[in-house]
Nanobody, 122 residues
């Protein structure tokens, strides 16, 4: 599956953004999807994941209660709604696909989008 992330930009602290990740291929609904992020000078960090059905989700503690992952299998798209953004959320955000549920390690994901930059100003 090929992935294309979009929706990043510059936002003030406390603001919101919605990231989208469009997937190609007719097997999108069979993949578990995740979002990761990488801040400048840091390693890639797990943000959230969603099951193929959309009924199960997991979040990193740092974003729980502020971010929401969702998917629309009819549109081959996964979303990340980010609210109450903080300067420490500044990073390049990547979507990724895996065949294994509940994985927070990036090496478990086999397909990656190109990343979209989110900058949160204080």
């Amino acid at each position: 599956v090929q992935l294309q992330a979009s929706g990043g930009g510059l936002v003030q602290a406390g603001g919101s953004l919605r990231l989208s990740c469009a997937a190609s291929g007719r097997t999108f609904s069979s993949y578990y999807m995740g979002w990761f992020r990488q801040a400048p000078g840091k390693g890639r960090e797990f943000v959230a994941a969603i099951a193929w059905s959309g009924r199960s989700t997991i979040y990193a503690e740092s974003v729980k209660g502020r971010f929401t992952i969702s998917r629309d299998n009819a549109k081959n798209t996964v979303y990340l709604q980010m609210n109450s953004l903080k300067p420490e959320d500044t990073a390049t955000y990547y979507c990724a696909a895996t065949t294994k549920w509940g994985r927070a390690e990036d090496y478990e994901y086999h397909s990656w989008g190109q990343g979209t930059l989110v900058t949160v100003s204080s």
